[in-house]
């Protein structure tokens, strides 16, 4: 993990934690320069920003607050999605449909700010779809 990869860690709050990590993946593929573009790396801190979101999910869930942790889900997904239109060849389908799985489960019972989230991302993902051309044919193999 980078250097800032470990500060993230000592933030008191699982959701910034979280946030921190998936922010840190920035740090491994920048747009416009082909020379840092890390997308193991970028893997690493998306994997590791779903177990800090996990552990977030179980806090909450002993706490019985469930608003904010699914949230963080769906942000991650975003940022799957984000470096899948980049090209970054370890950001799968497979991966991204997995993860829509793991929300949907989550997704049991929770706010309504958390379900209007997702919904805008999966339109994302339709619209994708639709538009076709390259980037629709990569989209297509995500199930809804």
Partial sequence: MCYFGQYSARLLKKPDQCRAVYACSHLFW????DGIRDGER???CLKR?????????????????????????????????????KGNKQITAAAIQHLIELIN????????????????????????????????????????
Avoid: C, H, W
Wanted: proline content about 1%; aromatic content about 10%; cysteine-free.
């Fill in 42 to 44: 970028v893997l690493l």
């Fill in 49 to 85: 920003a779903l177990r800090i979101a996990n552990a977030a999910q179980q806090m909450a869930s002993i706490a019985r607050d469930s608003s904010g942790p699914v949230t963080l889900f769906v942000e991650i997904l975003n940022k799957y999605l984000y470096y899948f239109e």
């Fill in 30 to 33: 920048v747009d416009g320069q």
């Fill in 105 to 144: 489960t989550e997704m049991q019972g929770d706010s309504a700010t958390s379900d209007a989230f997702l919904a805008s991302t999966l339109r994302y993902i339709q619209f994708q779809k639709q538009r076709g051309g390259v980037m629709g044919a990569k989209f297509e193999s995500i199930k809804l």
